[in-house]
């Protein structure tokens, strides 16, 4: 659907938070990228990103979520084990696309509840950070129930 493309979508993204909406603050943007950075350092570099865009012009959000995640090649290629967070501030609509690889670990019905039960709700309110940290924080600890993780808390940290 080339439609979908006629949105302001970077080529690549520059990083795993892209806010293109000016709603997170760059306190909260890096605390999610921390986040997303600790859930790559599995085992399995499962790999997510975060796109808040104003608006979804019209175009289903299933597919502005399929083509943005095909388009950044979101996870490892063999795997296909990437996510994309997809919120469109102004449509109120939100969608967490998830690769082939993942299913087993994020099924739909466990992604289902995530979308329900924390991002309606938190988005409603207008904390979208709380919302995708939340999340962010949950997929952390559904992932690392599989795969092994080398969480890194503090990421000041100085690695040897």
Request: aromatic letters at 6%; a negative charge; glycine letters at 6%.
């Amino acid at each position: 659907n080339v439609s979908a493309f006629a949105l302001n979508i970077p080529e690549i993204p520059n990083s795993r938070v892209i806010d293109q909406t000016n709603t997170l603050t760059n306190e909260q943007k890096q605390t999610l990228v921390n986040l997303l950075d600790n859930i790559y350092h599995t085992e399995s570099h499962t790999e997510i990103q975060i796109l808040m865009i104003p608006s979804l012009d019209n175009e289903p959000i299933e597919d502005v979520a399929l083509n943005i995640a095909r388009k950044w090649k979101i996870g490892q290629k063999d795997m296909n084990n990437g996510a994309l967070i997809l919120v469109a501030t102004r449509d109120h609509q939100y969608r967490i696309e998830v690769g082939y690889g993942l299913e087993g670990v994020l099924p739909d019905g466990y992604i289902g509840n995530l979308e329900r039960n924390i991002l309606s709700p938190y988005f409603l309110k207008n904390d979208f950070f709380g919302g995708l940290n939340l999340v962010v924080n949950d997929l952390a600890v559904e992932i690392s129930k599989v795969y092994n993780t080398t969480k890194r808390i503090n990421t000041q940290q100085i690695s040897n």
